[in-house]
């Protein structure tokens, strides 16, 4: 019996794969494995956070996979909800001083533009020049302050009704911004009141003045070219309720 020999030589296929060193792999055809693509990155989940990367926690994964991840999810901040507060309350300190000085100064040849107090009414700045009114009403006369705010939101009521039934253009917050603002003049001779008041004559003559005042500004801005032949229907309310308005101040 003859031992067994050598085992036949093994010459790999087309599909297996041998280690042969450089020498021998000259003039062995090269495998073309172009057509080939993939890639073993790791499949893991980062999260951008300030600018560094981190990976999520189990329970962020979990809460993704289930469908939850908008609970994560962070909002842009919006650039409407970092106005500052006056904007936000819609109040332009400039606008009202503007119209502070069209008020106290009604004379047309000053060349101030007095239709936007009409044309572009607001309401904080009335508030204000009425609140301020009756504060200094509240001399021993505390109870007016309550019973201002309200002859002003219902006097004005009633000269808008009577400007709409005389043919008017005219909204209620123009009139309601009008009337309001135009109790600057008397606010202005209020302290003027205070040093003359033991002249008799002399504080007639002042309160006059101060009504003729507060009634021409309101009246100037209300009162247009519309009215043509109507115009002392609806001066005549206005003055009336400017003299009721000082009444409201002296006590009388």
């Known amino acids: 019996m003859q031992p067994p020999g050598p085992p036949p030589a093994y010459s790999p296929t087309n599909g297996d ?25 790791s499949p893991d989940v980062k999260l951008n956070l300030g600018g560094d990367f981190i990976k999520e926690s189990t329970a962020t994964t979990f809460l993704r996979q289930r469908g939850y991840g ?32 069209c008020v106290l100064m009604p004379m047309p040849s000053l060349g101030f533009n007095r239709q936007v107090v009409r044309d572009n009414p607001d309401f904080w ?20 302050v309550s019973w201002i705010i309200t002859i002003w939101i219902f006097g004005s009521l009633t000269i808008f009704l009577l400007a709409r039934v005389l043919g008017g253009e005219v909204a209620y917050g123009q009139v309601l911004g009008v009337i309001g603002y135009s109790l600057l003049p008397l606010i202005v001779i209020a302290p003027i009141l205070l040093v003359v008041g033991s002249f008799e004559v002399v504080s007639t003559l002042i309160k006059l003045f101060g009504v003729f005042w507060a009634a021409y500004s309101a009246a100037s801005l209300l009162v247009g070219e519309e009215f043509k032949t109507k115009k002392p229907l609806l001066i005549y309310p206005i003055f009336l309720l400017y003299i009721y308005f000082l009444s409201l101040y002296t006590g009388v």
């Open 17 to 41: 794969f041998t280690f042969v060193s450089s020498a021998d792999a000259e003039g062995l055809p090269v495998l073309d494995i172009s057509y080939l693509s993939g890639s073993i990155a």
């Open 70 to 101: 908008w609970l994560l999810e962070v909002e842009d901040d919006d650039p409407e909800d970092n106005k500052p507060l006056l904007e936000e309350l819609d109040i332009d300190l400039k606008d009202i001083y503007y119209k502070i000085r």
């Open 125 to 144: 700045g009335p508030l204000a020049v009425v609140l301020f009114f009756s504060m200094i009403s509240l001399y021993g006369q505390f109870r007016v």
